[in-house]
């Protein structure tokens, strides 16, 4: 398991903290062809939301860097770090994901 998979159990299991993606003048398709994000994917509204934070042509291609968007809410019902005096949940994760 890899590639498209494993970013989609990564992305459904909300582990995935930024993007960087590579815009090419190149069009693949069809059923076979790869996708970044495999599997059954998302509906419209709970689709994972990103920010783009940082972008960069370079002749002909395109590199973005995109940032996943969380609303910040507070739960009813949390636990503390056992160090520092914030929500669990609140904690940054560092996971990057390059898809090229």
């Known amino acids: 398991?890899?590639?498209?998979?494993?970013?989609?159990?990564?992305?459904?299991?909300?582990?995935?903290?930024?993007?960087?993606?590579?815009v090419c003048p190149l069009i693949i398709g069809g059923k076979?062809?790869?996708?970044?994000?495999?599997?059954?994917g998302f509906s419209l509204n709970n689709a994972p939301r990103f920010t783009l934070i940082s972008h960069q042509a370079i002749g002909d291609e395109m590199f973005l860097n995109y940032r996943r968007y969380r609303q910040k809410f507070r739960a009813k019902n949390f636990s503390l770090h056992p160090v520092l005096p914030i929500p669990i949940p609140l904690l940054p994760r560092y996971i990057s994901v390059v898809i090229q």
């Open 1 to 22: 398991m890899g590639g498209g998979h494993l970013v989609a159990m990564l992305m459904a299991a909300d582990l995935i903290d930024e993007l960087w993606l590579t």
């Open 32 to 40: 076979n062809a790869p996708t970044p994000c495999d599997g059954n």
